[in-house]
């Protein structure tokens, strides 16, 4: 087992982290910008290091800094949290080089996954769904005017280097092409510095669900379910539950048994999400895979029981799955809302110094964050202020847990988007389960400009 681990976050992540090194026995190293000099991840860490200006390229993206500090302090591993250099396939490498464990899938992999049209191919190859699309990046107009015409419409371009929402285009007719390629290309090598674009059918009223799954360094790998992402604006995750409401028992099984061959296949270590769209008529389809642990992780948590911080750090170190996860049980049901800095009518970010923090608690309640009473939310990082966490025995109960624990949860002196989880959490299409990735766009107004 590691003696010491760096983690190479900040905020509620790097918390958790700690937390979970704590449990295991194994000491920790923070790393901090100085906009982030009295922040918690700090406080709580056994050793902490400067790595720069506030900046996030000066400081957390810095990958001399970041190494330097692992060296310093003489670490065996590195946790990389979400966002960040989470994954960097380079910094991977890095610390390889460095003969510092990195906690994540090996640089190859994650390099794979990185490249969308060929993550795609992968799994696909790998005996996974994927939406109808070009088998690669499309060379030239002439090309996707071709690949159009094939797939039909409407359809979307994708950037290669993409993912997350960013360098999408939808195409509704063969006239529009040409143009909407040269866009993607022109916008695709601005965004990521590669230009290359590929096509995709495009599903009008997708579910988002994605798949949590576990590997070891032996080659097993288990899955842990699904968690529902639907309820997002702008790209922005709001809340996540697990398990969606729009998947049977026997969908899950099946997805979850094809997302594991395909990963035994690929060779996949550590924890990762592969990411569905799932169509009206209840097809599921590959999107993406993230390499990395997620934001919305505790909803599996608390469904499954299992700690998946400790988990990944366990299975790094070499143990093996049939340790660490014995079997998996779903319990329950688990949501989260991720309560944001932001004008909860505008999303505009809010940032500034916090007058008041009471965050709720009581049974089946959970509250990841880093903020406290007079926290200063700074306009550097995310605006990520607190997760609010809730499990119930069935999903009435645990929206009714989320309601009450969303009226007790005081935040002053910022703007939060507490108010728009109130008014989801009451709305009856939500209640019923009827969502998909247009359900804020529906519940909200217009912005007021
Ligand atoms: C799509 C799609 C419809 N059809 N691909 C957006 C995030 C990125 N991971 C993929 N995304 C989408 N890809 C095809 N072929 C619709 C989206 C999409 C979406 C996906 C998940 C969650 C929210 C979304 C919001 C708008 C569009």
């Known amino acids: 087992m590691f003696r010491k681990i760096l983690v190479a976050n900040r905020g509620e992540i790097a918390l958790r982290i700690i937390c979970a090194c704590k449990e295991l026995g194994i000491r920790t190293v923070a790393v901090y910008s ?62 390889d080089a460095s003969h510092i464990t990195f906690l994540g899938p090996r640089a190859e992999v994650i390099r794979m996954m990185g490249e969308k049209d060929r993550a795609r191919r992968e799994m696909a190859a790998a005996g996974l769904p994927v939406v109808p699309g070009t088998p690669g990046a499309v060379a030239d107009e002439d090309a996707a005017q071709k690949a159009a015409a094939e797939i039909g419409f409407p359809l979307i371009i994708k950037a290669v280097a993409g993912g997350g929402g960013r360098g999408m285009r939808i195409v509704r007719k063969p006239g529009e092409v040409a143009g909407a390629f040269r866009t993607a290309r ?26 949590q799954v576990l590997g070891d360094s032996h080659g097993a790998v288990i899955n842990l379910g699904e968690r529902e992402c639907s309820i997002q604006r702008r790209h922005q995750k709001l809340i996540e539950e697990a398990p969606s409401p729009g998947v049977a028992h026997r969908e899950r099984e ?26 009206e008529d209840g097809s599921f ?16 948590e608390m469904v499954t029981g299992v700690d998946l911080i400790k988990a990944q750090i366990r299975l790094a170190a070499g143990e093996k799955l ?12 688990s949501i989260e809302c991720r309560v944001n800095a932001e004008d909860p009518d505008t999303f505009v970010p809010s940032a ?53 624990a969303l009226e007790m949860f005081v935040v002053e002196g910022i703007k939060t988007t507490i108010p728009l989880h109130r008014k989801i959490l009451a709305d009856a299409d939500f209640q019923s389960g009827k969502i998909d990735t247009h359900f804020v766009e ?3 107004p217009l912005p007021a400009k």
Do not use: W
Request: proline share 5%.
């Open 186 to 211: 022109h916008e695709a090598e601005q965004a990521f510095g590669v230009a290359d674009v590929y096509l995709e059918r495009f599903l009008e009223r997708p579910r988002h669900i994605e798949f």
């Open 352 to 404: 500034g110094r916090l007058t008041a923090f009471h965050p709720p608690g009581g049974n089946g309640v959970r509250v990841d964050t880093a903020v406290h009473s007079d926290a200063v939310i700074s306009p550097y990082y995310d605006s990520l202020v607190a997760k609010l966490i809730v499990h119930g025995s069935d999903r009435a109960e645990a929206i009714q847990r989320m309601r009450r």
């Open 254 to 279: 099946e997805m979850g048994a094809r997302v594991v061959a395909a990963l035994v296949k690929i060779g996949y270590s550590g924890a990762g999400t592969v990411e569905f769209l799932m169509d």
């Open 34 to 95: 100085e906009a982030d000099r009295n922040a918690l991840h700090v406080r709580f860490a056994d050793e902490a290091v400067c790595i720069g200006p506030p900046r996030s390229v000066d400081s957390y993206l810095n990958i001399p800094h970041v190494i330097s500090a692992a060296e310093i302090t003489d670490v065996d591993a590195i946790h990389p949290g979400y966002g960040f250099l989470s994954e960097n396939a380079n910094f991977a490498e890095v610390c």
């Open 322 to 333: 049939a340790a660490v996860v014995p079997s998996v049980t779903l319990r329950g049901h």
């Open 442 to 444: 529906r519940l909200l």
């Open 285 to 300: 389809f590959f999107i993406e895979m993230n390499t990395r642990i997620q934001v919305e992780h505790p909803v599996t």
